[in-house]
């Protein structure tokens, strides 16, 4: 069982950055894929940005490509997401998943969820 918490949520203005965090336990990190998703009110859950489980290969959803970065340390068991030029329509509440298997843009194949964190960006 794997336990995900994230961090560094808060408010920012626009075209400011933020860098999340995800601390990970409960289980072997290096083994698992890692995303990051986010759900606006109203709006269903959205694949932000993924990691393999080397740290070598990531994917990027097309809103964010080029502005958002992901990165791991399997070593200290935290998944980040560093993010610049944000935007107002950035404004979320952002979760961080893992899988054992590979990434997946679907909310629903990853296994285990963190809470999540509050993103606003103010115009």
């Known amino acids: 069982q794997v336990q995900l918490v994230e961090s560094g949520g808060g408010l920012v203005q626009a075209g400011g950055s933020l860098r999340l965090s995800c601390a990970a336990s409960?289980?072997?990190?290096?083994?698992?894929?890692m995303g990051w998703f986010r759900q606006a009110p109203g709006k269903e859950r959205e694949f932000v940005a993924g990691?393999?489980?080397?740290?070598?290969?990531?994917y990027y959803a097309m809103s964010v490509r080029g502005r958002f970065t992901i990165s791991r340390d399997n070593a200290k068991y935290t998944l980040y997401l560093q993010m610049n030029s944000l935007k107002p329509e950035d404004t979320a509440v952002y979760y961080c998943?893992?899988?054992?298997?590979?990434?997946?843009?679907?909310?629903?194949?990853?296994?285990?969820w963190g809470q999540g964190t509050q993103v606003t960006v103010s115009s």
């Open positions: 998943a893992a899988d054992p298997g590979g990434v997946q843009t679907q909310p629903p194949v990853w296994d285990y």
């Open positions: 409960g289980g072997r990190f290096s083994s698992y894929a």
């Open positions: 990691i393999r489980q080397n740290g070598i290969s990531s």
